[in-house]
């Protein structure tokens, strides 16, 4: 059985950081990327970030670069997202999500599509205060 557990969101001021985490079973972690995808009330659900281990690549959105760092522990199958000097534009329920991707096309292309992914796990409260 599939399962990405993702956790690590809270409450941080403006300018404050947090890790959230995605714990993955049930398949090969390095024959997928991993991706964080972001979802504000009344907007689309935006990915943001992803990860292939196989090739060792990385892909942020415009609006995070700089912020945020992708990094993979693959010994544990668990991918993290340090979020540093958050803005209330942040605030959203964060999701991880994997597709089967053994290239890492998506991360190499940035073609981080929420319709494309293939396992998503539960999502995590972050929220930015000013």
């Known amino acids: 059985e599939v399962q990405l557990q993702a956790s690590g969101g809270g409450l941080v001021q403006t300018g404050g950081s947090l890790r959230l985490s995605c714990a993955a079973s049930?398949?090969?972690?390095?024959?997928?990327?991993i991706g964080w995808f972001r979802q504000a009330p009344g907007k689309e659900r935006e990915g943001v970030s992803c990860?292939?281990?196989?090739?060792?690549?990385?892909y942020y959105a415009d609006s995070v670069k700089g912020r945020l760092t992708i990094f993979s522990d693959n010994a544990k199958n668990t991918v993290y997202l340090q979020m540093n000097d958050l803005k209330p534009e942040d605030t959203a329920v964060y999701y991880c999500?994997?597709?089967?991707?053994?290239?890492?096309?998506?991360?190499?292309?940035?073609?981080?599509?929420?319709?494309?992914?293939?396992?998503w796990g539960n999502g995590t409260q972050v929220t930015v205060s000013s």
């Open positions: 049930g398949f090969t972690f390095d024959e997928y990327v």
């Open positions: 990860i292939s281990s196989s090739v060792g690549s990385t």
């Open positions: 999500a994997a597709v089967a991707d053994p290239l890492g096309t998506v991360v190499i292309t940035g073609d981080l599509n929420y319709y494309a992914m293939d396992y």
